[in-house]
Every structure is written in structure tokens, then in C-alpha cells.
């Protein structure tokens, strides 16, 4: 229950008016005019709605001559269970109480203190209440309006009353996402697109540049190959030069050695020449001392041969004596002697000739030897000043060689380190003249390109990850979207189930037969729903604004409705004129659901209804309003 009272005052046809409320059904019956939908209007705005059906501001609610009118609800905040409602308050009894002043301002007062709509809306959340529910408060013509709906209006406005409209929005805002992620997803593919063939041409630039780099890398590294090539040409000039010294110096020293050897052979010979004319002149002095003694001995023999014949003669002479025998032996002794000495002093001599023959053979041997050898000499002395001069030439080019080396060396050395070469400064310079042939053709390329193209693979990289993000949101999206349809069409189809077996059941005790049905569950902005309903046995067709009579309709339209409604938690309901069209025996059997669906149930119902001769039977609190000279007041009927 939520409602114990409601206070009205200056309230439309109301002066001053206390109407009570129990639990269960309160049915508030009379007359056309006497008031009755003013007090479930006045209950509704004392609920904070801000729309009426029957003024277009709240002003014009105000008694007509008052300036200011109240509606004031009573509410239970009596302990349910362990706590109240409303556990801020510890009283059973919530006063709420609006204001309404002509000039248009209203206000709320929640226990005589200023309270705002928020307020209001907070305190009503948590007693379970939505005033702006549908299935809450029915105003007049609202059942008839739901039946003419067209089935997506149905269906969306149950969904509302039912608190199952988050579930669509989620669908709805899946769907809004994913239609902004393929708008997003389109115009980054455009972007793409043409960001691609931007970059295609800046990166055909962008070649172009950094093959000009390469260009100039080669240039300058041409550059520094060819003076390290040059370099190497130097180098090889003055290890030629060296070689060639070094050649020279060998050279010289070997003619040298050789003026050496020669030098002291030469001595060699020239004392073997003094060697031999030295015995030369002693075999000339002994053959003169030899030619002397054999002289002497000649002389001495042919002295010795006179004497010897005279001795011979003497021999023959009749003196013959011992003495003179021997001188003549002792002379041809002598002779002998003499003979043998001249013999050995010839063969001397015959020997020293031999000898002297042979010196001067071998010191004419020596000296055609010693000849050659000073013609050998003279030859060395000449080519030992030719190499010595082709020496101090090669060593004066090997020196401006060193210093055009050295120069080379410091300018290469400024262009980088030592690098290996295998082509000849031709050909490098020919390489060069071909590099310098082709940067002059890409000479118009810039340092810009590389920026744009730099900038524009960026802006690409960018829309292609921000592409591959929109299309990953979009699996994503898709997926949310069939998850949250799938979670939408669940909860849909489970509520129509059970409100279809509750709506068959209500249909049954008018006799009819009906049934309530999702279309195009698959599309939610399509997907209605659809009511069919079989009056007199005959076949359930779609509940429509033409195929049912008006008290047909309003039956099976209020069927539903309860049906539905046992699906809103709510203390307090409301439904205002509801059997206008019905006939009296639907309306005594729809009476009898109301009342029996309320019965066991701690909520608390308000039916407005001309005819509350149908409740007359039944477990329900009745009040009667009248109209009494244009003032409306209250009567209560207790059951």
C-alpha cells in the first residue's frame, strides 16, 4: 500500500475534499462530473507528473477564482519487515504536498520542508512507485488509445511500463554506435583512400629522393674512394721507386762487392806477380852464379884437362915416382870433380831455365788476368756512377713522391677513414661523371619531399590503425548489438510468455480465447507486438481499430493490460474509466480479476468507474463522489 490519504484543495472542482484509501481495491464511482478522474488527476500530480490530460499546464488545475491550489498524499512508511520504506523518516506517516500557483510556479513540501522534483522522484523510488508508468496510472481513454497502436508502439510502450526499456536502448544505442562506427568506418575508408593515393605519389617522390641520396652518398663516397685511390696510385709509385731503390742499392752494392773482389784479386795478383818476379830475379841470379860456376868449372876443367895432359906427359917421361901418380890421379879426380860440377850446375841451369820459363808464363798468365780484371774494374766504376746516379735520382722522385703521398694521405684522411679500393682512378672518375649525369636529373627533388612524405606515411599509419580500430569497434559493436538483441528478444520473450498465459487465462472467463505474439523479433525497430483475441468461439484475429466492436476491444485490451500489469512491482495502481464500451457482464468479470489479482497482494489499486454497482459484490472499498452545486464532494463506502 502507498496511499493512506489524499487532501485536495482548490483542486479543480474541489474546494477542500479528504478522500481514504485502503489496501486493495479502492473503486471511486458517481456520475458523470461529480469528479472522480479530478481525484486521480489530483493523485498524479501530487506524484510530481508534470502533464495532464485534460489542461496543458498545471496552473489551470487551480479551483477557478483561488489563487493557489495543494494536493497533499498521506504515505505509508510503516515498517514492511525489518525497515520502512523510507528509512530516513522514523514515523509511519510521509506527508507530500504540492503546490500550484496561477502564475505558473509549484513547488513540493515533503514533511513541511521544500523538497525538489529530484526529491520527490527519489523518495517515490523507493516506495517502488513510477508515476510516469503507464501500467501505474491509466488516465481515461488510455486503454482505448493502447488498443489502436499500431504494434511498435504497443510494444515499446510495454516495454516502458514493464522497465524493459534499458534493454532496448542498449540495442538501440548498439545500433546508433554501429551506424556511427560504419559512418566512422566509410569516412576513414575515404580518408584511406585517398591518403593512400597521396602517399602513393609522395612515395614515388620519396624514391626519387632517396635515390638522390644514395646519389650523393655514392658522390661523396666516389669523392672519397678516389682520393684514397689516389692514395693508392702514390703508394704504389713510391713502393716502386723504394723497390727500384732498393734494386739500385743492391746493385751497387753487389758492383761493390764485386770492385772488391776484383780489387783484391788484383792484389792478389799484383803480389803474386812481385811473388814471381821475385823469383824471377833470384833464378836470373842463380843462373848467373850457376853460368859463373860452370865458367869456372870450364875453366878450371880445361886447366885441369892442360895439366892433366902434361901431367900424362910427364907420365910417359922415364921418371916415374909415387908423386906424380897421384897428382895425375888426384888431377883427373879434380877433372871429374870439375865434369860433375858443371854437369850439376848445367842441369841447374837447364832447371832454372824450365823454371824461369814457367814464372814467366804464369806472370804472363797474371798479367792478362790482371788486365781483365782492371777492364772489369773500369767497367764496375762505370756502372757504379750510373746506378749511383740513377740512385740519387730515384731518391730524389722517391722523395717528391713521399711528399705528393703525404699530401694525398691528409686530404683522404679528411674524408674518412682508409677504405678499401679495386678500381682505378679512371674508372672511379668515370663513375663520377655518371653520378653527377644522374643527380643533375633529379636535381629538382628536394629535402621537402622527405617531409611530406614522412607526414603523409604518418597521416596513413594513423587512419590505418584508426581503420583497423573502427573495424575491430565494429566486430566489437556487432557483437554488442547481436548480445544485447539477443538479451532484449530473451527478456522479451520470456515477459510475453508469461503474460500470454495469464492473458489466455483472464480472455477465458469472458469465454474468449487470445493470444500475444512478438513480430519481427529479429528487427527491433520493426519488432510490435501483436494481441489476437476469439470472442463466441470464433477464431483469435489481431486486436485492431476496426475488426472489434468497441466493448470487444476495451475487454481484451484491459485483459492484456492486467495481464501485464502483474509484471510491474509497484504498492499503488490506478486505472480511470476503464468499462466505458464494455458490456455488463465483461465488466462484472474484468471487476472480478481486478479484485482477485489484488486481493492476496500488499499493493493497493484505484479504480475510477461510473459504475461501481459491479464492485457492489465484491471485496473492494467504494467511494462515491457528488457534485453539489458545482463543488465536488466525498463519500466513503467501506465494504
Do not use: C
Amino acid at each position: 500500500m502507498l496511499i493512506q490519504e489524499l487532501i485536495v484543495e482548490n483542486f479543480m472542482s474541489y474546494q477542500y475534499a479528504r478522500v481514504p484509501f485502503k489496501k486493495g481495491v479502492n473503486v471511486i464511482g458517481g456520475p458523470n462530473g461529480a469528479g472522480k478522474s479530478s481525484l486521480l488527476l489530483a493523485i498524479s500530480v501530487g506524484l510530481g507528473q508534470t502533464s495532464t490530460e485534460r489542461s496543458r499546464k498545471l496552473s489551470d488545475l487551480i479551483r477557478w477564482g483561488q489563487d493557489q491550489a495543494r494536493v497533499t498524499l498521506i504515505l505509508d512508511n510503516s515498517k514492511q519487515g525489518a525497515r520502512r520504506p523510507e528509512p530516513k523518516y522514523n514515523k509511519d506517516q510521509l506527508f507530500l504536498t504540492r503546490f500550484l500557483r496561477r502564475d505558473g510556479k509549484y513547488w513540493f513540501e515533503l514533511e513541511n520542508r521544500a523538497a525538489s522534483k529530484q526529491d520527490v522522484e527519489r523518495l517515490l523510488g523507493k516506495f517502488g512507485v513510477d508515476p510516469d508508468n503507464m501500467l501505474i496510472i491509466m488516465h481515461q481513454n488510455m486503454v482505448e488509445q493502447f488498443s489502436v497502436l499500431n504494434n511498435v508502439d504497443k510494444l515499446r510502450m510495454v516495454e516502458d511500463a514493464v522497465g524493459l526499456e534499458p534493454f532496448r536502448e542498449n540495442v538501440l544505442q548498439a545500433k546508433t554506435k554501429l551506424t556511427r562506427i560504419l559512418s566512422q568506418e566509410e569516412s576513414v575508408g575515404k580518408l584511406l583512400e585517398q591518403a593512400q593515393q597521396t602517399l602513393n605519389y609522395w612515395r614515388e617522390q620519396y624514391e626519387k629522393f632517396q635515390e638522390k641520396k644514395q646519389l650523393q652518398l655514392k658522390r661523396r663516397f666516389l669523392d672519397r674512394e678516389l682520393l684514397w685511390a689516389e692514395v693508392e696510385r702514390r703508394e704504389a709509385i713510391v713502393r716502386s721507386l723504394q723497390a727500384n731503390l732498393n734494386k739500385n742499392m743492391q746493385a751497387l752494392g753487389k758492383i761493390e762487392d764485386e770492385r772488391q773482389t776484383i780489387i783484391t784479386e788484383l792484389d792478389s795478383q799484383e803480389a803474386q806477380q812481385r811473388s814471381i818476379r821475385s823469383e824471377i830475379k833470384g833464378a836470373y841470379d842463380e843462373r848467373i852464379v850457376l853460368e859463373r860456376q860452370v865458367a869456372e868449372n870450364q875453366s878450371t876443367q880445361a886447366l885441369l884437362e892442360q895439366l892433366l895432359v902434361e901431367a900424362e906427359l910427364l907420365e910417359s917421361a922415364p921418371i916415374k915416382n909415387q908423386l906424380k901418380l897421384l897428382r895425375i890421379e888426384n888431377l883427373r879426380q879434380l877433372l871429374e870433380t870439375s865434369e860433375m860440377q858443371i854437369t850439376k850446375a848445367t842441369q841447374k841451369i837447364q832447371a832454372n831455365q824450365k823454371r824461369l820459363g814457367s814464372l814467366e808464363q804464369s806472370t804472363d798468365k797474371i798479367s792478362t788476368l790482371a788486365l781483365d780484371k782492371r777492364v772489369t774494374l773500369t767497367l764496375l766504376d762505370f756502372k757504379r756512377e750510373r746506378a749511383a746516379k740513377e740512385q740519387e735520382s730515384t731518391e730524389r722522385v722517391l722523395r717528391e713522391a713521399q711528399d705528393g703521398l703525404s699530401g694525398a694521405l691528409a686530404k683522404a684522411q679528411e674524408s674518412g677513414e682508409r677504405i678499401a679500393v679495386i678500381k682505378s682512378p679512371s674508372e672511379i672518375q668515370s663513375e663520377m661523371s655518371l653520378t653527377d649525369g644522374h643527380l643533375g636529373a633529379l636535381s629538382s627533388v628536394s629535402e621537402e619531399i622527405e617531409r611530406q612524405y614522412e607526414s603523409y606515411s604518418k597521416l596513413y599509419l594513423e587512419l590505418k590503425e584508426k581503420a583497423q580500430l573502427v573495424a575491430e569497434n565494429r566486430e566489437k559493436t556487432l557483437e554488442e548489438v547481436k548480445t544485447r538483441m539477443e538479451a532484449w528478444r530473451k527478456v522479451i520473450e520470456d515477459l510475453l510468455v508469461r503474460v500470454n498465459v495469464e492473458y489466455q487465462r483472464i480472455m477465458s472467463q469472458t469465454l474468449a480465447t487470445g493470444e500475444v505474439l512478438l513480430a519481427n523479433p529479429q528487427e527491433i525497430e520493426t519488432a510490435g507486438l501483436e494481441i489476437y483475441v476469439g470472442f463466441k468461439g470464433s477464431k483469435p484475429v489481431a486486436l485492431d481499430a476496426y475488426t472489434q466492436s468497441g466493448g470487444e476491444r476495451t475487454t481484451a485490451t484491459m485483459g492484456f493490460l492486467l495481464a501485464l500489469q502483474q509484471h510491474v512491482r509497484s504498492p499503488f495502481r490506478a486505472v480511470d474509466e476503464y468499462d466505458i464500451h464494455m458490456d455488463p457482464k465483461n465488466r462484472e468479470m474484468i471487476a472480478k480479476v481486478l479484485v482477485a489479482m489484488i486481493k492476496d497482494a500488499a499493493s493497493q489499486y484505484v479504480v475510477i468507474t461510473p459504475s461501481q454497482i459491479t464492485f457492489a459484490a465484491q471485496d473492494a472499498n467504494v467511494i462515491t463522489v457528488q457534485n453539489l452545486e458545482g463543488q465536488s464532494v466525498v463519500r466513503e463506502v467501506i465494504h
